[in-house]
């Protein structure tokens, strides 16, 4: 479950049932189980890390997230997922 995973800038203070409303901190991305990613690590600290990843899942665009990642009492979660550069604008929105 994410919840588990996120730190304290992606729950933003939320209770896991106000979390799983699906009104967090993250832009959204299409995952199914045919999904790829792959990974760079822009910044490694002791306690922090910037990873840039790259998923693409069949049918779909594409996307490129900044992930921050921090280290609490010895395990990692995510800190803030941010699309790396402008989302794109739909041509029809009403699809």
């Keep these: 479950m994410a919840y588990r995973i996120s730190g304290p ?13 699906g009104n967090i901190a993250v832009v959204p ?19 922090s890390a910037q990873l840039e ?3 693409v899942t069949p ?9 921050d990642m921090v280290k609490k009492n010895g395990k990692w979660y995510v800190d803030g997922w941010v699309p790396r550069g ?3 604008i739909p041509t029809d929105p009403g699809h």
């Design 53 to 55: 990843l790259y998923l």
């Design 29 to 47: 991305y299409k995952i199914t189980k045919k999904t790829s990613a792959s990974m760079k690590i822009d910044k490694s600290y002791a306690t």
């Design 86 to 88: 402008t989302p794109p």
């Design 9 to 21: 800038g992606v729950r933003e203070g939320m209770t896991l049932k106000q979390f799983l409303t």
């Design 59 to 67: 049918g779909h665009p594409g996307r490129d997230f900044f992930v």
